[in-house]
């Protein structure tokens, strides 16, 4: 019951999250701001919309073939229909309570395909594994690529902080951050090395301890160049799929992939957040703040943002219902795979 009760606070908890951010997304757009986003809506080319449903039908495809490739070195070799369809109703899941779509796919496949639940945990964490390090690699790649734009940002963002009223830089200003800093690190290893025992500690190392153990699983593959092929395809589509979103609105349409990199960066940021919603109130208010940064107005950024958000939305909704419509009539006639 504790759990329960925990549960439903966390849940109302980021609800509530997503509700503060949106409310402070929009709290400053003036009348003309939101006469700017209502046209900025009805100006734009839904048509390509089309095209970028089919780029996420493609990654998750691409992630549905990754995940097989994660359960041979088990011994088992699930029907791909199977396996996609425990994919796309994974992501439809994931819309109403953050994080259940991995339970609920590995759930579905054990029930059509009878692979035990228990044994796919670990191609989950794997696979998060991996996302993680392919989202570092796209944060590396975006401050490579645009240094002299973001570094310009983060240098006008540390100066507001580091500068005194005059100009100037403020020694103590300095010296407090670096003492924060200092304290921050030294309480995180104290913490870690006294409280070991704690089960919240050891839940954050086991975290940390999955991270690199899912990263490290690699190399029992059979298929490693193809899953690491999956694993750059993905992210590709994902690409793909921002910079067709630029094309579909009049105001972002001259935007190319450098900046594409830079809301992907910041969208799959937002999508860690356990929003409910996939993002409910913080992709747009990332997006908004990003594109904020090569010149784009609030009130337009704030119009992508829940452009690209609401697509995606509704797509994984669309497409889990579909998915899971279609699952028992797949499975009606063909028999299921056992393990080999």
Known sequence: ?????????????????????????????????WVDIKNAFRNANYLLIIPVMITLLLSHYSRALRWKILMEPMGYKPRISNTYMAVLIGYMANLAVPRLGEVLKCTILARYEKVPADKLVGTIVAERAFDVLCLALVIIITLLTQADLIGGYINQALNDILKSKTGAFSGTRIIILLAILLIAV????????????????????????????????VRYLKNKGWFIFHTIF??????????????????????????????LTMGSLAMIVPAPGGGLGVYPLFVKNTLHVYGLADTMGFAFGQLMWSVQFFFSLISGFIALSLLPYLNKRTPVNEKS
């Open 1 to 33: 019951m504790n759990k329960k009760i925990l549960s439903i606070f966390q849940y109302l908890l980021f609800l509530g999250l997503s509700v503060f951010l949106i409310w402070w997304s929009v709290k400053d757009i003036s009348d003309q701001g």
């Open 186 to 217: 030294t309480a995180v290893i104290i913490v870690f090395k006294k409280f070991k025992h704690l089960r919240f500690i050891q839940k954050i190392k086991t975290i940390f301890e999955g991270v690199w153990h899912g990263i490290t699983s």
């Open 234 to 263: 993905i992210w590709a589509m994902y690409l793909l799929s921002v910079q067709i979103g630029f094309w579909a609105m009049r105001e972002t349409a001259a935007y190319s992939i450098p900046h594409a990199l830079s809301v």
